[in-house]
């Protein structure tokens, strides 16, 4: 007895062609209209689904603030953090944490959280705030007569809600060979102007919140492969691990 090999599915066909001739033949024209099909619309095809980015986290320390007085007003710095100097805002550190960001991946939400509590260091303090710039004038020109206004903004300095209102915050996204990075500023020091109360932080954990791209990057085949890139990128970045990842 001679037994086939062919899956259930032929030997079906095969009969249907026994017992009507020219189905054979229909089924081929099938088999290649829907090829044609397949090629043609490649929206219809199934894809596998990327996998979801999560999360990035990193920890920030910082030293403790030192406090001068200009004047009146005081002035806050912090070792290793610039001082944000927004018109008629406090003047207060910062510090950018560069972070890499998965490939296909956007920043949905981001967070900051003390590990250490908070310090409240005593006293009532003033901060300063940052002044408008006075404009450098070509020889010849006069500046204008209406006046500046130069000082705090009310908004905030008559205000007890603590400044600023989260201690971290997303600047940019800003690609670089081929790699996306999360610029974001973090701010070790708060200020409740109306109390006067400055509140230091030692240790925070900011933490990026990731989601899918709706679309994928098209970037040409050389980018994000080239070693000197990988280098580069990871000297810049603060969690150069996930290059390695």
Request: aromatic content about 8%; hydrophobic content about 40%.
């Amino acid at each position: 007895m001679t037994t086939s090999c062919l899956p259930a599915s032929s030997v079906a066909r095969a009969a249907a062609g026994r017992a009507w001739p020219g189905w054979g033949v229909h089924w081929s024209r099938v088999g290649i209209l829907c090829a044609l099909v397949w090629f043609a619309y490649p929206s219809l095809r199934a894809e596998s689904p990327r996998p979801s980015p999560k999360a990035i986290s990193v920890v920030c320390q910082f030293d403790a603030p030192r406090l001068e007085m200009v004047g009146e007003d005081t002035r806050v710095q912090v070792a290793d953090c610039e001082v944000s100097r927004r018109v008629g805002e406090p003047a207060l550190p910062f510090r950018t944490v560069r972070l890499l960001l998965p490939p296909d991946s956007e920043v949905a939400s981001l967070s900051a959280e003390a590990e250490v509590p908070l310090t409240n260091l005593p006293g009532f303090w003033r901060v300063e705030h940052t002044p408008t710039p006075t404009p450098t004038l070509a020889p010849g020109k006069f500046a204008s007569n209406q006046p500046i206004s130069d000082g705090p903004d009310p908004s905030i300095y008559f205000s007890d809600t603590a400044y600023p209102a989260a201690p971290a915050e997303l600047a940019s996204v800003q690609r670089m060979n081929g790699y996306d990075i999360a610029f974001v500023r973090v701010y070790p020091v708060a200020y409740q102007p109306l109390s006067g109360q400055l509140l230091s932080h030692s240790r925070l954990r900011v933490t990026l919140v990731l989601t899918v791209r709706s679309q994928s990057a098209d970037l040409p085949p050389h980018v994000r492969g080239a070693v000197t890139d990988r280098q580069r990128v990871s000297q810049a970045v603060d969690n150069p691990e996930l290059l390695t990842a």
